[in-house]
């Protein structure tokens, strides 16, 4: 009987400690890259950038995150105006990911806090210089009105659902001020009606507000 008296009254005060070291509100801040991220009429892309997120702890173990980043990179493409003819450009594009959804703590000790969420939304993209762009094919002039051939292309703007699987891993620097030392995730886009996975990894500062 005293056995189990103690091992509530330890549950109870280590389930005590636990609620103290959660913040009711968190914001992070810090730095994102995301690989192989394709979108429409993309083949390839790598993007740094940044990323910002406010999370809500509804209780100690579980909170609502709404999530945003920032990426800038170049989109390559291959494009065949002929069936003699392929064309690969290269042209600056920039991204935008909203997303929204549940983290969950799995594991907490001292300074050491371990989450894993599952966020969906949507990544938007568009050329950052929304203009026309023109580049001059080597294939020499056309065959039936001998001018030189020209290929044209305009700037993009399009949106797409994304959805990220993952977690991260905080480490406590003081109080209510934590160092996101790594964050991977899977992150899912469609660009065209198929799931294409890409990975994103972010690092940065996480700071706290309020006490749950």
Known sequence: MKNTTAVILFLGC????????????????????ANHLRLPLSLFSSRN??????KYNITSRIGLVAEVDGRAGTDFRE?????????????PVST?????????????????????????????????????????????????TGQQQFLTTRGFATNTFSMAAGGNVDVRLGRGFSWR?????????RPDGRSQPNFRIS?????????R
């Open 14 to 33: 280590a389930s005590l400690g636990y609620s103290q070291e959660t913040s009711r509100f968190e914001v992070f801040g810090g730095y994102t890259f």
């Open 49 to 54: 950038g940044w990323e910002g997120a406010f």
């Open 79 to 91: 494009l065949s105006p002929s069936t003699s003819t392929t064309v690969f450009l290269s042209q």
């Open 96 to 144: 935008h990911t909203f997303l929204f959804g549940p983290e969950v703590n799995v594991y907490r000790y001292r300074r050491v806090a371990i989450n894993l969420r599952a966020l969906a939304g949507f990544v938007h993209a568009d050329d950052s210089h929304a203009n026309v762009s023109v580049f001059s094919l080597v294939s020499g002039p056309d065959q039936v």
């Open 181 to 189: 030392a790594v964050q991977p995730e899977m992150q899912l886009t």
């Open 203 to 211: 690092t940065g500062l996480v700071f706290g507000f309020g006490k």
